[in-house]
């Protein structure tokens, strides 16, 4: 079945340091994909998309290439700040009867220090 | 433009009790999603609904149903509750009208403590 798989947290960094976290997934036929963050006591709101490969998805310094020869939808930013501390989510859709359903990653907690 | 709401926020039930959640997505939305998220198990969906009929299910019990009425509002139900289903319910609303997902809109979703 679909399946995605972030990298283990939780993830501590620096102010103005760079993030990096991984995501791969694996789904028969061309899913699109998603990464979402969830804030303390929140939902989860649309941070960025992709619908096709080679698509880069991008919102509030943030970035993500839809990569189908690795299966890749890794997120990045160039320099954090204190208030992108959340936990982020990796998703994707599969498309076809898939009405409705994004299968999610295990969600990884970003922690920036000042 | 309003977001996806959901009510209550938070609800204390006792095992066997059942208990009804709602959602009201954003106007114009047809197409209502609900998961699941706990610690354990993160973030599984539920079922999906769109124009009053169900689309899609995940894998839970049948305690767990849902239904959605004429104004596109969605309403879950568990019945039977266990400890096990202490978690946050999270609705999601989205255009819905083909096959695929361009953006789904979430709620703050309900904090269900079963004890």
């Known amino acids: 079945g679909d399946s995605v798989t972030q990298m283990e947290g939780p993830v501590t960094l620096s102010e103005e340091a760079f993030l990096t976290i991984n995501c791969t997934y694996t789904?028969?036929?061309?899913?699109?994909l998603f990464w979402y963050v969830q804030y303390p006591g929140e939902g989860l709101q649309l941070l960025l998309k992709a619908t096709k490969a080679d698509d880069k998805g991008s919102n509030k310094g943030f970035e993500a290439t839809y990569r189908k020869e690795t299966t890749s939808f890794h997120l990045e930013k160039g320099s954090v700040q204190v208030s992108d501390s959340a936990v982020y989510f990796c998703?994707?859709?599969?498309?076809?009867?898939?009405?409705?359903?994004?299968?999610f990653g295990q969600g990884t907690i970003l922690t920036v220090h000042p | 433009k309003a977001g996806v709401t959901q009510t209550p926020r938070y609800l204390i039930k006792t095992r066997g009790q059942q208990v009804t959640l709602s959602c009201s997505p954003i106007s114009g939305h047809r197409s209502v999603s609900w998961y699941q998220q706990t610690p354990g198990q993160g973030l599984q969906f539920l079922f999906e609904?769109?124009?009053?009929?169900?689309?899609n299910k995940g894998n839970f019990p049948g305690r767990f149903s849902g239904r959605q009425f004429s104004n596109s509002r969605s309403e879950m139900n568990v019945s039977t509750l266990e400890l096990g289903d202490s978690a946050l319910y999270l609705c999601?609303?989205?255009?819905?009208?083909?096959?695929?997902?361009?953006?789904?809109?979430f709620g703050q979703g309900t904090r269900l403590t079963v004890v």
């Open positions: 789904a028969t036929g061309y899913p699109s």
């Open positions: 609904y769109f124009s009053e009929t169900q689309r």
């Open positions: 999601a609303s989205s255009g819905g009208q083909g096959i695929g997902i361009t953006e789904a809109f």
């Open positions: 998703a994707l859709h599969a498309g076809g009867t898939s009405y409705g359903k994004l299968t």
